[in-house]
């Protein structure tokens, strides 16, 4: 079995499926077909996003054409394990999780913002600067940060929450039928109102202000009305 050879792509380490297809003894179309399935199942659940797993990629030919491929993520593969028996499917896992392991340990460590804070203070300090300095720098390093890990999972747990309320919850009518609809309203219309890519790029400093706006948002009045309407349907149904 050959060595796995993986990428780097803005700090992720990535294997490709073309790679992979190889080492596993499959065609690399039957396995863009299978990954094709878990992407769109990952879609249709909120709580999991797909590029998690496998981000979309293409590769050109000898002949100068266009090929789908995917780049998977250590998720990723332990997916495409999970789908496999036998000798291959153990030593394809060994060694993707050895490979792995090995450009992990080669990836410069990232700084918190907590570590960037402090490293800021201390080269003031070293360096003489002035409390007025020192103060500027901090309120810089303030204006760009990014919430953390805890808060996004705050933003999303609320969100989940607020969603599910304008629904109805699970048992709801409106559930079954619009529930992708109104996650997918929501987050677009907090992104744009924060103005930005991702929910994870909202600035620290808005934290409470994206709390608060969750707490605030409704859908349209089209989406609401439409739900209204799913929901009015059981209880007439109920009624008779």
């Known amino acids: 079995m050959n060595q796995l050879n993986l990428v780097t792509q803005n700090g992720q380490v990535l294997a490709d499926s073309r790679e992979v297809a190889e080492m596993t003894g499959r065609r690399h179309d039957h396995l863009i077909r299978d990954i094709d399935g878990y992407f769109a199942v990952l879609n249709q659940n909120p709580d999991l996003g797909a590029d998690q797993f496998f981000m979309k990629s293409t590769y050109q030919s000898g002949t100068g054409r266009n090929y789908k491929r995917y780049l998977l993520t250590r998720k990723g593969c332990d997916m495409v394990a999970n789908k496999m028996t036998g000798q291959k499917g153990v030593l394809f896992t060994a060694e993707y999780v050895t490979r792995f392991e090995e450009m992990e340990q080669q990836q410069p460590k990232v700084l918190s913002e907590k570590e960037q804070l402090m490293a800021a203070m201390k080269f003031s300090i070293e360096h003489d600067e002035t409390l007025e300095q020192h103060d500027n720098r901090l309120t810089q ?78 859908p349209d009045t089209s989406l609401r009305m439409e739900i209204d309407t799913l929901n009015q349907q059981q209880v007439i149904r109920e009624v008779i």
Do not use: C
């Open 141 to 218: 390093l303030e204006e760009t940060m990014r919430i953390d890990g805890a808060e996004e999972h705050r933003i999303k747990k609320k969100a989940n929450a607020k969603i599910m309320e304008v629904i109805g919850g699970k048992k709801a009518p409106a559930y079954g039928e619009v529930s992708r609809q109104v996650f997918s309203a929501f987050w677009r219309d907090f992104k744009n109102h924060f103005t930005i890519p991702r929910y994870g790029d909202l600035p620290k400093k808005q934290f409470e202000e994206g709390i608060r706006y969750i707490s605030l948002w409704q």
